[in-house]
Every structure is written in C-alpha cells, then in structure tokens.
C-alpha cells in the first residue's frame, strides 16, 4: 500500500489554524503489519563510557586491565581511522575535560600520576603522608601480551622491596586507587576479582572509601584481603557498605589496592561489580529495555567494528587482552565480548544483529564468528564455543558486512567497487557456514555507492543499510525554528530516495528488496566554541531532548505509511542520544525512549487509511552538514502539513490508536478532532497519552531524570469522535477500545 492511500491530506483553509482532523477508516485490510523491527536499537564501543563501556555493563572501574589509554586525534589517517595523539599538552588538556565531566575533584593527580606511568584513572595512594612510604609505578607484561600494571612500594629509606622487606610492616598502607561511583540506591553490595601476581607471595587489601577534600581518600568503610602470589591468579572477593552509610547521587567514593608492607606487584585486571548484576549488564539498562520490548539489538559498531577482532572478545576474561579503541578516545577492554552481547539480548528479549569487521578484518574472520555464534559442537568454532560454556549455539540470524566504509574515517575504508569485492566474499564465506542467516550489504542512498555491489553481486543482495545522521555543529545565529521544522520534514524526502534505492534494487534482479536503516539520529549540536557564556544556553534540537522523539517518530510513521524501510536500529543507546543515560552508576531515560517504548504497542497491528486536514508550514534557510556528501543535508520545505499522524488497529483488533506528532515550531497547540469512520465501535473513553516539552531542548537529567515523560489522562467518546490538545513539541497517543 502506497502512502497516498494510508494517508490524505488537505490544507485547511476554512477552520482555525489551531484546529485539525483526522479521519481514520478502520475496516483497512490491505495495509501490512506494523513490523517490529521498526523499533531497534544499536550499541557500540564508544569512548570509555558510552554504550557498551560503562553504560550497558556494570563494571564500576574506569580501566579495570590497567590499559594503555589512547588519546585520539582529530583526523582520520590516509588509510582511515583515528590514532593515537602523543602530545602532552595535548593529553593532559584531554585528562582535564576527562575530570570534569565526571566530576572529579583533582585533574593533577590523574595527569601527574599518568605522566609518572600509572594507567589513566589509577592513581598512588598511601606515599603522601611524608617520606615514610614510596610508590613507584612503571608499565609491564599481563596475561594476553598487552599492559599490565607493576606497582613497587618500598619503605623509608630503601629502593625496592627485597624479600627480606617484605616481612617488615609499612608505617601505614600504600597501593594505587581510583574515584568511582556508586550504585548506593540499589545495592551496598559489591563483588569483583583481582589478577595479579607478586615477585614475593603478599596480601593485598581491597577496599571501597568516602572520599575528603580535594579527593583524598578516607578511612575504608569496607575492606577485605586477598591474596597474591608469585604466580598470575584471579582471587574473588566481596565488600559490603555499612547499611546506615549517606550517600546523596553525587557522593565520590574511591576503589583502593594496598599493602601493608613492601611489595612488587604486576596488577593485570581489578574489577568491580554491583551484586545486582546480571551477567555483568547493568541491571537498570537491562529493566529499560525489556519495558520497552526491545524487538532488535545491533552491535558492536559502528566505526569501531572496522578494527574489530571478536576473537579478543571470547574465552575467559584474564586472556582477553586489552587493546586501544580503534574507532575512538580510549580502550577496548574486550571484557563485553561477543557471549556478553548474546546473553544481554536473551535476558532483554530481543533479536540480536551482529555487524561483522569488513574494513581491516577478512572474510575468513566474518565466516568462523558465524560459526562460533550458530555452528555446532562439531565445527571447530562451534566447540570453542561449548569450551567457554556455551554448548547450543545462539542461532544470529541477522548478519551486516561492514559499516560506513565508504568514508575515510574507517578503519580501511574503501571505493564502491571495492566494496562489491568485499561483500561478494564476505557473502560467500558466510552462508557457506550457515545459509539460514540473512546478510545485510553496507549501503548509502546519496552516492554512487550502491550500483557496483548491485550490478556484481545482485544476486547476493537481500538487504541494503543506509545511516541518516543529518546534522552539524551549530552557533547562537543559527534559526533554532527553522532548525527544527526542516529535521521534522526531512523524513518524507529520505522514504523518496528509498524508493528510488528499491527500484533500483528490483532492476537488479531483487524480488523482495529490503532497507535497514542501521543508524539513525538527530545530529545537530551546539559549537561550544561560538556558544559563550554570554550567548546563553542553546535551545536546538538535539538528540538528548524530546526532538530525537519526535524526529523518530515521524521517520517511523513515513516507513509504515510507504514500505519504503523494513528495519530501524536508532543510535547510540547508551549515553548517546539513543535511549538511555548512564551518570555516577545512575541510569535514565532519553524522551526519545519513552517514545520506543510506546510503539510497542503498534507491533503487528494494521495501519490505517487516514484523512487529515491541517494547517502546513515552510522554510526558508538550507541547512548544509559537514556530512551531507554520505548522509544528507535539510533543504528548504514547503506546505509541511503541521500534524504528522499514523492511525492503527491492534494486533488483535481490539484497540485502535491514533499517533499524533506536532511539528512545527512556530505553531501553538492544536485542538485535533478525531473521526473514526464505521468499522469500530469505540468505549466512551479513550486514553490520551502525552509525551511533550516545554521546549525543543527539554531532556531529561541526572538531577531531573523524569522531567520529560509520558502522561496519561482519558477523553469523551461520543459518537465515534474525539478531540484532543496536541502541544507543541509533542507525540500524543490516543487509544480507542472496541466496544
């Protein structure tokens, strides 16, 4: 079914501006189902706390294998990707930005500490009380080959801990230590495990501590010891918080390592967990997303797939080694590797989707991760599998080749010829392992990209991704309005040019073409260099306000409504615009979560064919993007009608809902009269619920998680019709129960 029949419009030329309806005719049929994979989500190893890092897992400790951290620099290389900055200006301005964003007290200890071999984030502890205790830190050797930690505290008046020193107690303990924060609000309970080894077997005391001016550490409110040989070991423990402990959302609390006499310690991994945990995964993160029944998950990347190696990322955690993040600022611990993945979609409830390393990786690589994931006991991937606990394989059934390589800030990217080579044996490879899996081709709408993977391997092509990440840095001249009305129009002209990429696709010999739209946001941010203090906060559509809501929701009503887009995995879910924050161990929601989590509602219900008659709007100003060659720009618009609605049926005829998403920046609110034609026989009440700011920036924080939420109210039925108030900057659901 064409959009044209699910929905007619018709300006308003008679009635106020500030009135609209619709009519919806629920004995449409025709129309399909609502998929569900309109909903997805996608995660990736961004920085050292968005999404999978810190955000979905609830390891507490900022680099628990004591890494080499990367400092990543501006530009990509020639051969792509971003490497490392060596500068140290360069470096402790980076450190600097580090601590204030996570609001830590002493920006020159981390530097100093990092220029004196400590990994980032680490810091000694116990050597500041005088001369009595020295700790000394140097970079060595773990269990994977990458960087471990040697930690030597020598006592007054000696150089090293000798053997015979080691028998003789400190004036008080010493070791290395971090700031961290807590979940308090849910647990005083923490488990975690130390690898280490020692050049002279010793105890090691493991503590948690409030932190005093200046981020000094206190006395311990929870402690233990363990024990360290000269062997490498991973030693459990668990620590627990006094029950009548006050801790507020920003109280600071310290992780601590010590000794209480001389040592030569080599620390490969500490790590710290909430007892809540649920296989590592943050336990709010996984109650969010299986609220919102979270359909699809894609991961890992992303531009950090194009350097990915998924082997770093299974077997047990001591031999998984710690490399530099090849996409971003920081490192990749490989401790939420792919079983990590697998079992955090099975405790969620969702569909995983893997996207596989094409830029440096080979085919060979793509093919045994299939094999790992889906093969049996009797392949060879299959039983490495069973070995790290795992016997039934997980059975992926969505597989993409690759992502963005067409730009040069992937890792190996490459031309659109290029990348038919890449994907015909990539392809191969992988249904050579299992010919049940469906396989994605890394697409872009805009471009030329698309012709030589359709024109020589066609016949290897069921899907085709694209991303729409519009947006670019923007300064206090800019017209926030027609800002945000030309991001609100955009997504009828992105179904055109999928229309056009099916055609396209259906000449190429596809008979049942498929879009996935893997990546999908609102990229517009504020230049922090041009927004001064005296320019005032930026009011924008961003894509931590109610914006990114109803941005989605109007490419998600524009899918349904043309057929154009079969799946979404909207980005970034974990502290980046896609869903869910993560701050101090607390977790909440974006407003554009709350809008996911109402389409649940419409899985597998049938739209309907829809009247509208409402006021329209244009724009005057084109929006040019740093990234309009591969993702787009906003062009001018006109005769935008105000109102953006999808009517549907429940899956079980049941209900009826109507989705009404407000638009335009410059109109009031809107009292829509809702008129449903024969064919349902309505309650005389129908449930209205609202998901608005007051402004296109409002977003929901760490001091005010819930400022932007749904609310629920009802309305008067009577004789088939409703109306409702639609606010500005809002999605309004109403929901018709049949009689």
């Known amino acids: 079914m064409t959009d044209k029949q699910l929905l007619t419009h018709r300006t308003s030329t008679e009635s106020d501006p500030d009135e609209a309806t619709v009519t919806v005719d629920p004995t449409t049929t025709d129309a399909d189902p609502v998929d569900p994979k309109l909903f997805g989500k996608f995660g990736e190893h961004l920085y050292s706390t968005r999404n999978a890092k810190n955000s979905f897992t609830a390891q507490i400790l900022h680099n ?425 129009a955009l997504a009828g002209r992105v179904m055109e040019e999928y229309a056009d990429v099916r055609e396209a696709m259906r000449e190429a010999g596809i008979d049942d073409p498929q879009i996935a739209l893997t990546e999908l946001q609102l990229f517009t941010f504020p230049d922090r260099e041009q927004w001064t203090d005296q320019a005032g906060p930026p009011v924008l559509p961003t894509n931590r306000s109610i914006s990114e809501a109803i941005y989605d929701a109007t490419f998600v009503h524009e899918s349904v409504r043309s057929g154009a887009v079969d799946m979404f995995t909207h980005s970034g879910a974990g502290n980046h615009g896609g869903g869910l924050r993560k701050h101090r161990e607390r977790v909440w929601a974006d407003p554009c979560y709350y809008y996911h989590q109402m389409g649940a509602s419409l899985f597998g219900g049938t739209p309907l064919e829809t009247e509208l008659t409402c006021d329209t709007y244009d724009t005057e100003t084109a929006f040019a993007t740093d990234t309009a060659e591969f993702f787009g720009e906003l062009p001018p618009v006109s005769d935008v009608p105000i109102l953006d609605p999808l009517a549907a049926s429940s899956r079980s005829g049941d209900e009826l809902f109507i989705e009404l998403v407000h638009r335009d920046a410059n109109a009031d609110e809107i009292a829509v009269t809702i008129d449903l034609e024969d064919g349902f026989d309505p309650v005389p009440e129908a449930t209205v619920t609202t998901l608005a700011g007051e402004t296109m920036a409002e977003e929901n924080t760490f001091a005010d998680p819930e400022n932007v939420a749904p609310s629920r109210d009802s309305v008067a039925v009577e004789g088939g019709s409703a109306t409702v108030t639609v606010p500005p900057f809002s999605i309004v659901r109403v929901t018709f129960v049949r009689d």
């Open 64 to 488: 628990p294998t004591f890494g080499d951290w990367k400092f990543q620099v501006e530009h990509p290389s020639v051969d792509g990707g971003r490497p490392a900055v060596h500068d140290s200006d360069t470096q402790a301005d980076r450190i600097d930005a580090y601590a204030d964003a996570r609001g830590y007290p002493d920006a020159d200890r981390l530097r100093e500490s990092y220029r004196g071999a400590t990994a980032l984030w680490w810091f000694p502890f116990g050597d500041d009380g005088g001369n009595d205790v020295t700790v000394t830190t140097s970079p060595d050797v773990g269990i994977a080959g990458d960087r471990a930690q040697r930690v030597e505290i020598t006592a007054s008046g000696t150089s090293h801990p000798t053997e015979s020193a080691a028998d003789r107690s400190l004036a008080h303990s010493a070791g290395i230590a971090q700031w961290c924060s807590l979940p308090t609000h849910r647990t005083r309970q923490f488990e975690g495990s130390l690898t280490a080894r020692a050049a002279t077997p010793t105890t090691v005391t493991v503590a948690i501590h409030e932190v005093g001016p200046s981020g000094r550490l206190e006395t311990a409110l929870a402690d233990t010891t363990v024990s360290v040989d000269k062997s490498w070991e991973s030693v459990d423990f668990e620590l627990e918080l006094p029950d009548d402990l006050e801790a507020s959302p920003e109280t600071l609390f310290a992780f601590s390592l010590t000794t209480d006499s001389p040592a030569n310690l080599v620390l490969d991994m500490a790590r710290l967990y909430p007892a809540d945990h649920v296989g590592t995964a943050d336990p709010k993160v996984i109650e969010f997303l299986r609220e919102a029944e979270l359909p699809l998950f894609r991961w890992p990347g992303g531009n950090f797939v194009s350097g990915y190696r998924w082997r770093d990322g299974v077997g047990p955690a001591e031999q998984r080694p710690t490399k530099p993040n090849p996409a971003w600022d920081g490192l990749e611990t490989n401790l939420f590797g792919t079983v990590e993945f697998l079992e955090f979609c099975e405790r969620i409830g969702c569909e995983p989707m893997i996207c596989v390393n094409a830029g440096n990786g080979s085919p060979a690589e793509a093919a045994r991760w299939v094999e790992y994931c889906n093969g049996s006991t009797e392949t060879e991937m299959g039983a490495l599998r069973a070995e790290h606990g795992h016997p039934e394989p997980f059975d992926v059934t969505y597989w993409e080749v690759g992502n963005e390589v067409y730009g040069p800030w992937q890792v190996t990217w490459t031309t659109p010829a290029g990348y038919a080579d890449r994907y015909r044996r990539f392809h191969e490879a992988m249904v050579d392992v299992d010919g049940a899996i469906e396989v994605l081709a890394c697409g872009n709408r805009l471009t030329d990209w698309n012709d030589p993977v359709l024109s020589t391997a066609g016949d290897q092509v069921e899907w085709l991704t694209d991303h729409v990440l519009v947006g670019t840095p923007v300064g206090p001249d800019v017209d926030q309005r027609e800002l945000y009305n030309s991001h609100m």
